[in-house]
T-cell receptor
Framework: GAVVSQHPSRVICKSGTSVKIECRSL??????MFWYRQFPKQSLMLMAT?????????EQGVEKDKFLINHASLTLSTLTVTSAHPEDSSFYIC????????????FGSGTRLTVV | SQQGEEDPQALSIQEGENATMNCSYK?????LQWYRQNSGRGLVHLIL?????REKHSGRLRVTLDTSKKSSSLLITASRAADTASYFC???????????FGAGTRLTVKP
């Protein structure tokens, strides 16, 4: 089945530093990747949608200069949290549409970011 | 924005009992999906029900969909301690791009 590999699973960083999270589609081409953020005991909130070879589309209230998304190839999308602050600590999950599978979505295993 | 609202937000039951979770949504849908998430982990797809379906079964799971009321329910029968997790309903919006998630129900099954 279609698998999205997300790394790292956990990361702790200091305030002011940047962190990059990668999502790779292992056995299919992901033309579109979605990035979600989940705060403790809350639901997943869509942050942005990335399309291969074009600029990402950000949801209202999400700072595009802070959360840099790159989708340079059909198998890799990255989310970089720049100048991280403690309030950015959260669980980040990527998801991809699986073309050819009706209503098919696959999710990465998530990244737990802690900013200290 | 969040698509669905779920209730209850938290549910605690004894092993062997049934657990029912409800989800309401706002816009028209092509399908509704239920996912499970263990604490701090990724999502596991459980079941998909299409807008022209009213009920669907998968093992111990039973999902219903009432498009007139814009609501769905997930029933887990004969629950087990291993069913302890958060459960989310999710819908693709009309243009069928991203998934929008409900608030989720945190289920605790006590052994």
């Amino acid at each position: 089945g279609a698998v999205v590999s997300q790394h790292p699973s956990r990361v702790i960083c200091k305030s002011g530093t940047s962190v990059k999270i990668e999502c790779r589609s292992l056995d299919f081409q992901a033309t579109t990747m979605f990035w979600y953020r989940q705060f403790p005991k809350q639901s997943l909130m869509l942050m942005a949608t990335s399309n291969e070879g074009s600029k990402a589309t950000y949801e209202q209230g999400v700072e595009k200069d802070k959360f840099l998304i790159n989708h340079a190839s059909l198998t890799l999308s990255t989310l970089t949290v720049t100048s991280a602050h403690p309030e950015d600590s959260s669980f980040y999950i990527c998801s991809a549409r699986v073309l050819g599978v009706p209503d098919g979505y696959t999710f990465g295993s998530g990244t737990r970011l802690t900013v200290v | 924005s969040q698509q669905g609202e779920e209730d209850p937000q938290a549910l605690s039951i004894q092993e062997g009992e049934n657990a029912t979770m409800n989800c309401s949504y706002k816009t028209s849908i092509n399908n509704l999906q239920w996912y499970r998430q263990n604490s701090g982990r990724g999502l596991v797809h459980l079941i998909l029900i299409r807008s022209n379906e009213r009920e669907k079964h998968s093992g111990r799971l039973r999902v219903t969909l009432d498009t007139s009321k814009k609501s769905s329910s997930l029933l887990i029968t004969a629950s087990r301690a291993a069913d302890t997790a958060s459960y989310f309903c999710a819908t693709p919006p009309g243009n069928n791009n991203d998934m929008r998630f409900g608030a989720g129900t945190r289920l605790t099954v006590k052994p």
